[in-house]
């Protein structure tokens, strides 16, 4: 009876090794472990054997038992393992179709660009002001050091609605409206962007663009807190290695005036086409606040200091993207307003 | 301006290349745009004269001639009809080059050998406007006694360079050779030298002869006359005559060349009137007359309006101030004794008088900023030795100067802690002095600090700050440290509209839509695309006097109709599907002589579809998706609830297809499609849906507060129901009815299906609800939540005669 058993077990086995399924397997199992099964036939024969005989052999029919067990449950975690495997193997997809179309518009470069210009002035503790696009000639002009009849005023050929009121030509006049809000009080720092509208159209001009205006007045500003703010702005704006250089100017509302270069963002310096092969770029006009521009608005110009500059958002966009003709920026060609 | 490095050198000792030069200057604030070599390419050409000219066995248009070059004689052929013999030419020999590239080359001509060419200016790199016609068609034809058999280059100037100045407006002094070999001579340490004309003289004097007065005085501060008898008109000398071109001023004459010669030498406007045509000798400097008209030396007739400043002899206006003479006292050839002329005149009179006659000439130019008032009587001394020197006439005894003022020098205090206060460095007095004496100005120390004076050539120095500029100019801004201010820290702060702008500007992109940056002038027919009546306030513009084009010249009250233009400029490149949006600002007129009100709008315009795909149909950009993308702003900025109320009035819009959109009983804006007719006159063969909101009623609406509602704690339960109701009735009052009847219990209401069509009467439409009921405190039964929807269906018969769908 104890080698009918173990030829069982061996038996048993042999099957179970040869099922390519968990149903064959679980056929195997009632075969010989289930109520009716082969084992249980077997152990129904125990009454003829002796007293003595009959515990040996039930344990080996333990034995026979827990070694079929411990193999079918092998044996059914290979099988479900199998089974996961095709089933995922058979789920794939191609992961290289196209994606769902989310709906993705954009910020258009020059907006894109100012606010990241705005950023980096935000950080520098610069509050953002606004003035209108539509001023006098006072606020444009006057205010600024420009007196009517000043050969100064053919830097910017202005339109015109009346003989007082223009479309402004820069974003200056901010400044003067800001001082006269804040004075006494200081110190004014501001930043102030805007359109602004000159009678010239072609690749490099347009009758409208943007500028940024950047102003702070406080006691013991000086050209050195200049040059290191838009030092640090064209670092933040065109990469950590950008050098900048300041060349002496002219602009009727600062004097000192500079003019300021960055190293070109297309060579670094070393001359290209988009530089003109000098290896510097003019990105904006700078210089102290002069004393009457302070004066008339209201700060005594011996105690109180200030720089301004100002900067075309269109240049700085079109150095950042490469974009050739500045056109492009108010044709808003949708192939072209993806690009950003 | 354009400076000729080899003129700087007669008035300072240079020894860096001129593009060394251009840099050191740009880097001091005269910005040199270019240099530029003056003949440049032009190598072997050589003066030569002609012994010959014979004609051409072959050909008619040719002829033969033999030119003798110093060491040789050489047979050229030429089609030229300008040479005669004797004629002194500029000749290109074998392995020459000229301007343009071309190499001469030894060549046979019809079968007769030619060994070089006969060069025109053009060929040698001269810019024909600054030649006469007759030289700009022909072979050049040097002066009589010019060198035979040297480089024709030198003998014509052309191994010079020419910087071409960039000046800012305030350096009018730089609008001179010495003005900027003053320049030069401080950047390099180098002494600068000023010319003092000395010349011999005739007996007779000029005052007496010359009666000059000045009327108004406030617009001609000095006049200085000088007279030159025996005058005797013919051609400058080359090198003047270079010169002249090189700055890009055609040579005339003697008289008129040395007029223009000083005036770009020194910076002072001269001009020549011819003596003997002057009524009794006698110059009134005064305001024009009503009714005084002058032949200006252009030809030109001009009518005169009182004000402007005229130079006039008895018999009325010779010449306009300061901006160009008069015919009836021109140079001529028959022309025996001159005035010469310089004056002082009033930069602002010269520069409204050249404005409103549109003239504008090298000496309005210079008088508008400001000429050295102090060098009126060098100029004209220079300008009679040049004449003397030249043989070209003879120059009577001294001036007549007659100038309403004493000159003087203004002194303006420089204190060298001053300067480091400004410019946050410290440059020594000593430094800053150097630096001050070296721009010619003369310095004076007080106690530490310098007393400054300003000669009178720097009109554009005033103030303490104007010398800080010239010495941190020159010291080198380079020098400065880069720093950051100090002081009471700030915090850097967006207003809340500007705050608002950066949000609305990415829900918006983030929404499907793209921004656009339009101008702020339109073309005044826009609204007439817009379809508006003739009184719709929106054509209530503000005009631009000057505008540029048409296209431009009204500042827009409404953004639409640049939206329009977008969309139709890609529809004809045939980009015809797409979603814009616009942040801008419109003007609202209050009169001519006020600013308007700048209103700021926020619009969107949309055509064709979202972008399907393999697994995606497209989403038609229509009402439904602007009316979307404007809920989910709303939602974003958290505004009070906005109404959308049908609007079919308005002439823009399609009237079944628009609302306007009202929030606490304020109108905010319009939304819908576009008019037929709209589109029609656009030319848009698609549909086009838009929107115009106030922004700042927007930003009225926006922030409100965010409460928090606690998360349900019992399950909720989920019913559909589904009613037919009649198509015409706005799907708003069945939501406000189903929520009226759902009560406190309702959480939240759907609408997931409208259907008509086959099993739906005609007129009515299937209309399916997502209920959901919840309740704070317990869980719901499902009895309860049928009673509940039928109560809503109920409501929903009662209301609108809905009848349930199952």
Redo the contacts between chains.
Sequence with gaps: MKDKLHELGEQARGKMAEAGSLEELNEIRVRFLGKKGELTRILRGMGSLSAEERPRVGQVANEVRAALEEELAVRSASLKELVREQKLRSEGIDVT??G??G??????P??AVL?EI?DI????????A?G?????DYYNFEALNLPK?H??R??QDT???????L?RTQTSPVQVRTMEKTAPE??V?IIAPG?V?R?D?DATHS??FNQVEGL?V????????L???L??FAREMFGGKTIT??????FPFT????EVDVSCVMCGGKGCRVCSHTGWLEILGSG?V??RVLEVSGYNSEDV?GFAFGMGIERIAMLKYGIDDMRL???????F??QF | MKVSYKWLQEFVNIDISPRELADRL????I?VEGVKETGEGVSKVITGQIDSISRHPNADKLVVTSVNIGTEKLQIVTAATNVREGDIIPVAVEGAKLASGLAIKRAKLRGVESRGMMCSGQELGIDPKTMSAEQASGIMILPPGARIGEDAKEILGLDDYILELDL?????DCLSIIGVAREVAALLGKPFRLPQPSFGELDEKTEGQVKVDILDRDLCRRFVGRLIKNVRIGSSPLWMQQRLRAAGMRPINNIVDVTNYVMLELGQPMHAFDYNLLQDGHIIVRRVREGEKIITLDGAARDLTPGMLAITDPSGPIAIAGVMGGQSTEVTDKTESILLESAFFN??SV??TSKALGLRSEASLRF??GIDIGGCARAADRAAQLIVEMGSGEASAGRVDRTSETITERVVQFRPSRAS?????DIPGETARDILTSLQFKVQDANGDLLVTIPTHRVDVS?E??L??EV??MYG??K??????F?????????I??AYT?RV??Q??????????????VHPRVFDLMNLPAGSPYRNT???????SEE?SV?RTMLLPCLME?LV??YN?R?QN????EMG?V?VTRG?????E?KTILAAAAMGC???????APAAFDYYYLKGVLENLFSALRTAPVTFRPESADPSFHPGRTAVLEADGVRLGILGELHPDVLEKYELPVKVTAFELDFNQLLALSGQPADFIPLPKYPGIERDLAVLVKKDIPAEGIFAAIREAGGKLLSDVSLFDIYSGEQVPDGMQSMAFSLKFQAVDRTLTDAEAVEMTNAIAGALAGKFGAELRS
Excluded: C
Aim: no cysteine; glycine share 8%; net charge neutral.
């Design positions: 179709l196209p769902s179309p709906q993705r518009g954009g910020i258009h020059l907006n606010e705005q002035f935000l950080g520098l503790g610069y509050s953002i606004e209108p696009e539509i001023e006098t009849d050969p100064a053919d830097m339109f015109f609605i009346s003989g007082e009121i479309l200081l110190p720092k359109k509208y009678r159209d009758p409208m702070a406080d006691r013991r500003i000086t050209f050195s807190d040059k290191g703010t030092a640090h250089r300041f060349r002496p100017s002219y004097e000192p005036s500079a102290m002069h004393p200091t920026l108010f044709e808003n060609d949708l192939r307003l993806r | 740009t880097l001091a604030g910005t800012t407006p305030n350096r009018g930069p602002v520069r409204r508008e900023k206060y400004v410019l946050g460095v103030l700050v104007d800080i500029e941190a100019r801004y380079d400065a440290p880069e720093t950051l201010p002081g009471k820290s700030t915090g850097g702060m967006k207003t509209e500007q950066t500007r990415s918006l992109a983030a929404s499907g839509l793209f921004e656009v940056m339009t101008y702020s002038f503000l005009n631009i006097q000057n505008p540029l431009h500042m977008v400029r890609n490149r980009v797409g979603a814009v949006f600002r003007f001519l002589d006020t600013q308007p700048e979202a972008p399907g795909s393999w697994n995606l």
